[in-house]
């Protein structure tokens, strides 16, 4: 069993940056391959960022644009999400997410994702 909590989301004005976390705890032996995924109101929760268990293999939504950057550091069983250029069209509950242990990957597909945080607010002002 594996627990996430996100931290780092919080107001900012367009054009800011903010770096969100996630951390694991929990059985953490291994690591997952993780990713982000966003919940604007009134809309679905869409694709954000992945990465594999070993870091070595990442992937940002193409509608992005370059502006955001997942990395992570398992020494410290955290995940972390990079926003810069933000605009208001980011504004979101943002969530973070592990696959099953048996995967090295991850996924666009919220589906495939087995454990998930409870989320953190992004505001960006315009």
């Known amino acids: 069993q594996v627990q996430l909590v996100e931290s780092g989301g919080g107001l900012v004005q367009a054009g800011g940056s903010l770096r969100l976390s996630c951390a694991a705890s929990?059985?953490?032996?291994?690591?997952?391959?993780m990713g982000w995924f966003r919940q604007a109101p009134g809309k679905e929760r869409e694709f954000v960022a992945l990465?594999?268990?070993?870091?070595?293999?990442?992937y940002a939504a193409d509608f992005l644009k370059g502006r955001f950057t997942i990395s992570r550091d398992n020494a410290k069983d955290t995940v972390y999400l990079q926003m810069n250029s933000l605009n208001p069209e980011d504004t979101a509950v943002y969530y973070c997410?592990?696959?099953?242990?048996?995967?090295?990957?991850?996924?666009?597909?919220?589906?495939?994702?087995?454990?998930w945080g409870q989320g953190t607010q992004v505001t960006v002002s315009s």
């Open positions: 929990g059985d953490t032996s291994t690591s997952y391959a």
């Open positions: 990465i594999s268990r070993d870091g070595d293999s990442t």
């Open positions: 997410a592990a696959r099953s242990v048996v995967y090295r990957l991850g996924s666009t597909n919220a589906y495939d994702y087995y454990y």
